[in-house]
């Protein structure tokens, strides 16, 4: 808990901001698909645009509202509201893992896009949905701490496309445009960075104990920062 308004919000603008640069884009795709003109590299999503819809708002509603848990002290002065919360966060987060899985098993690959960047969405999709999986199995066991792991674990892999845009304006600001093998690794990156920082955020504070004994309102499912 901090001791004035600036800090205890700081954490959740800053991952609202993150956000904002992929919902921006994805804004862009829905209005292309309600009115916008069939082209080459969009075909595949008029084509079959449940999949992209339902990504797209399942991703700005998981980003959005799971900022939020990250609000020091949040969980401790709020817990009916935490947990109401993590009730919307893990099927948001569910639809946004499985619906981007289904678009990169069944769309066609834009030009540029490879096996390799197609590897990094299949196992970040998968990892995405199994930690999703093993935090509400977590928390019906009351291990709050692998709870609030597996939870922002999840979460991390989720803001990988707004940590993507940052790195890859830096390198064109700073080298010039980003194709190919390039582009890949700068996505790759993303993810790779955000990861880092889950394990960090994990792992700075003492384990404490493993199981907690709350009351049975308490297992029900919660967020990403279940003890922050």
């Not at 992929?22 to 595949?44: I, W």
Request: hydrophobic share 55%; aromatic share 8%; glycine share 10%.
């Amino acid at each position: 808990m901090t001791s004035s308004r600036t800090p205890e919000w700081l954490i959740p603008t800053a991952l609202i901001t993150l956000t904002a640069i992929p919902m921006a884009g994805g804004a862009l795709r829905l209005a292309e698909l309600a009115g916008g003109e069939v082209t080459a590299d969009n075909a595949r999503f008029f084509a079959a645009p449940l999949p992209v819809v339902v990504h797209i708002l399942a991703a700005v509603a998981y980003c959005l509202v799971g900022a939020f848990q990250f609000a020091p002290g949040f969980r401790g002065r709020r817990p009916a509201r935490h947990r109401a919360l993590g009730r919307f966060l893990v099927p948001s987060g569910l639809l946004m893992g499985l619906s981007g899985l289904w678009m990169t098993l069944f769309y066609p690959w834009p030009a540029g896009d490879g096996t390799v960047l197609a590897a990094f969405r299949l196992v970040t999709g998968t990892a995405t949905v199994l930690g999703l999986v093993l935090a509400v199995t977590a928390i019906r066991r009351r291990d709050v701490r692998r709870h609030r792991a597996w939870m922002i674990r999840a979460y991390a892999i989720a803001q990988g496309a707004g940590t993507q845009a940052v790195v890859t304006i830096a390198w064109v600001l700073a080298v010039g445009p980003a194709t190919g093998m390039t582009r890949t690794l700068l996505l790759g990156a993303g993810w790779l960075i955000n990861v880092a920082v889950a394990e960090w955020i994990i792992h700075r504070r003492p384990a404490g104990r493993t199981r907690t004994s709350p009351a049975p309102a308490d297992a029900a499912v919660s967020g990403p920062a279940s003890r922050a």
